[in-house]
């Protein structure tokens, strides 16, 4: 028998008991939907997530921290000898100084954080409104949500105020006691962007604009690696001046495998309704073996061999397979895209911000696809080798 044959003859079903095939590939297509649909929320979870804490430069920086010992402090010496480091590209210090910033009448204590303008593409901070820093030498300010709360004023309205900023710096005196020394700046600072962390109060400015307080302790340096494969080799010689060294990456790459344990878990409730569909489409090939019983003793008295009627109901339930699979995608897609847009619809009516909860892999839908015509191609082994078992002279009989 032609293969052209087997397919017209498999489809047969599609015709004679629509309803049933139909409900049977729509059972598949629930399954294979709610695998998809879950996944994709744990897909979506994750990329929302790393969005927001990571560019391409922030993945190749590391950060470079004193610890908790004294006896070792980051210094302009320091940061020349790790900028000399073969493979590192940019090294961006951080100094944390307490201060007090006032705006009109209202005055805060707050950290000021003093950095360069290219320190929030290497740490990966995103403003919320506004923008970055965009000069060293400039008086410009980057404020925290929190921040701007403590002025009665919302972070999208503090852009263009001004601050005026005091520093309270410390430094040990001839009898080795620690003193403050407080220095009112003259310049004020206007604030250009804000970044949202509406628990801690904070400022960034330009360090370069502090250049005659002599700032000589860092508490922070970004350091970025021309290639990831350095990374390491960099890290290790950064260690061996006695700092202690973190990267993003490797918070990413744990924070990717617990992404994986997540959609795994997601993936699991889905099999659960895979499960129950491809025992729908047992039952339902094992009915049409019932009722064709007559039709094979035919089909084998007319010459049609055993491997001509396993290979019909394979492809039968091949057929309803792949369609559920197709059908899971669509239901899939679509109830991604409902949920998505009722939930964003809820997050605007409260004055949140409207989000993409659900990514979809190319190469997982084509997966899925597949594994749905897999299981279509499971069921069908057993009814097609007991037809292919039947005695055609029993099957002539049978009524």
Not at 1 to 30: A, E
Not at 297 to 304: E, F, K, L, T
């Amino acid at each position: 028998m032609k293969l052209i044959d087997s397919l017209v003859l498999s489809t047969r079903m599609f015709k004679t008991r629509p309803l049933r095939t139909f409900l049977t590939v729509l059972g598949v297509g629930v399954g294979i939907g709610a695998v998809l649909f879950l996944v994709s929320l744990g897909y979506g979870l994750q990329n929302l997530i790393l969005s927001q804490i990571t560019t391409t430069d922030s993945l190749l920086s590391l950060d470079v921290q004193t610890g908790s010992s004294d006896l070792v402090s980051l210094r302009e010496e320091h940061v020349r000898d790790i900028r000399n480091i073969e493979s590192v590209e940019e090294v961006s210090p951080v100094s944390n100084l307490s201060s007090q910033i006032s705006m009109g009448s209202i005055t805060s204590n707050s950290m000021v954080k003093a950095v360069d303008n290219n320190f929030f593409r290497l740490n990966g901070t995103l403003t919320q409104f506004g923008q970055a820093l965009t000069s060293n030498d400039k008086y410009e300010a980057v404020i925290s949500s929190a921040g701007s709360k403590l002025f009665n004023m919302e972070p999208e309205d503090i852009i263009g105020e001004e601050v005026s900023i005091s520093l309270f710096l410390t430094h040990i005196d001839e009898d080795g006691y620690e003193e403050v020394d407080i220095k009112n700046r003259e310049e004020k600072y206007k604030i250009i962007g804000v970044v949202e962390d509406n628990n801690d109060n904070y400022i960034f400015i330009s360090g370069k604009t502090l250049d005659d307080l002599n700032i000589d302790n860092f508490n922070l340096l970004k350091v970025k690696v021309d290639d990831e494969s350095n990374m390491e080799m960099v890290r290790q010689k950064i260690i061996a001046k006695g700092f202690l060294v973190s990267s993003l990456s490797d918070t990413i790459d744990q924070a990717k495998q617990i992404f994986k344990v997540v959609q795994i878990v997601l993936a699991l409730f889905g099999l659960i309704a895979l499960t129950v569909s491809a025992i729908g489409m047992f039952n339902t090939m094992t009915v049409s073996l019932l009722e064709r019983i007559s039709e094979i003793g035919i089909m084998r008295a007319i010459g049609v061999t055993t491997h001509d009627i396993i290979k019909m109901f394979l492809l039968e339930s091949i057929l309803m397979g792949f369609l559920g699979g197709v059908g899971g995608v669509v239901i899939g897609y679509l109830a991604g895209f409902l949920s998505n847009f009722g939930l964003n619809f809820i997050a605007q009516k409260f004055g949140g911000q409207s989000l993409d909860l659900f990514y979809q892999p190319p190469w997982f839908v084509l997966f899925i696809i597949f594994f749905s015509t897999i299981v279509g191609f499971v069921t069908g082994i057993y009814p097609s080798i007991k037809a292919s078992r039947i005695n055609p002279l029993n099957a002539l009989r049978y009524k």
